[in-house]
């Protein structure tokens, strides 16, 4: 079992900062991909930017955010700055990740961390 587990949401107002963090854990053998996901009330679920030597950015958060992924602690973070009301959603972590199963053989999976409500007052 892999378990995501973000936090670092919040009420911000228009302009301000948050980092989120996304901590996996639980039976982890590799780690391929760990992105960001956003989801607005009505609207639907939408990338928001990628970890990683390339990492890749909605055109709507370029310049003010940033993905990064620290291996050693199996957590990716999102730092995002100059927040407005466009960016209220709630962030899920999604990730891709192999396991060693009882027999010593491996199995990839995607995982959905529980999501971290931002909100940003105007």
């Known amino acids: 079992q892999v378990q995501l587990v973000e936090s670092g949401g919040g009420w911000v107002h ?3 900062s948050l980092r989120l963090s996304c901590a996996a854990s639980g039976n982890i053998f590799i780690i391929y991909a760990m992105d960001w996901y956003r989801q607005a ?3 639907q679920r939408e990338l928001v930017a990628t ?3 390339n990492a890749i950015y909605a ?3 370029k310049g ?3 993905a990064s992924r620290d291996n050693a602690k199996n957590t ?3 730092q995002m700055n100059n927040l407005n009301p466009e960016d ?3 962030y899920y972590c999604n990730a ?3 396991s060693l199963s009882p027999a010593g053989s491996t199995y990839r999976g995607r995982y959905w961390g529980q999501g971290t409500q931002v909100t940003v007052s105007s």
């Open 14 to 16: 228009h302009g301000g």
């Open 41 to 43: 009330p009505g609207k």
């Open 51 to 53: 970890t990683g030597n």
């Open 59 to 61: 055109d709507s958060v």
């Open 64 to 66: 003010r955010f940033t």
């Open 76 to 78: 990716a973070y999102l």
């Open 88 to 90: 209220t959603a709630v």
């Open 96 to 98: 891709e990740i192999s």
